[in-house]
């Protein structure tokens, strides 16, 4: 069973930037993929991003498209997603999420991913 361990969030003005980082303890591959979700109070959990473990496929979510980049460091078995232009709707606590055996089409749903990290609180304020 792969472990994740998130690290970064916290407060920015709105417009500024935070950088997330997920280090993954375990064995990763064969389709494998790590990435990020999250939940504001009151809402659903939804996808944000997600790379595959060789780094040929990202997926974003359409309002962070343009404003957050996620990247893997396979040697150092990190993902990091660089956010920029915050916006107070990014508010919430983002999940890394790690996978092996994910089909294409499934990258993005929150059950194909089988190990989560407890969170971490991105506050953008207005």
């Known amino acids: 069973q792969v472990q994740v361990t998130e690290s970064g969030g916290g407060l920015v003005q709105a417009g500024g930037s935070l950088t997330l980082s997920c280090a993954a303890s375990?064995?990763?591959?064969?389709?494998?993929?790590m990435g990020w979700f999250r939940q504001a109070p009151g809402t659903e959990r939804e996808f944000v991003a997600t790379?595959?473990?060789?780094?040929?496929?990202?997926y974003y979510l359409d309002s962070v498209k343009g404003r957050f980049t996620i990247s893997m460091d396979k040697a150092k078995r990190t993902v990091t997603m660089q956010m920029n232009n915050l916006k107070p709707e990014d508010t919430a606590v983002y999940h890394c999420?790690?996978?092996?055996?994910?089909?294409?089409?499934?990258?993005?749903?929150?059950?194909?991913?089988?190990?989560w990290g407890q969170g971490t609180q991105v506050t953008v304020s207005s």
């Open positions: 375990g064995s990763i591959s064969n389709k494998g993929a």
């Open positions: 790379i595959t473990w060789n780094g040929d496929l990202t």
């Open positions: 999420v790690a996978g092996t055996g994910i089909i294409t089409s499934r990258l993005r749903a929150a059950d194909a991913y089988r190990s």
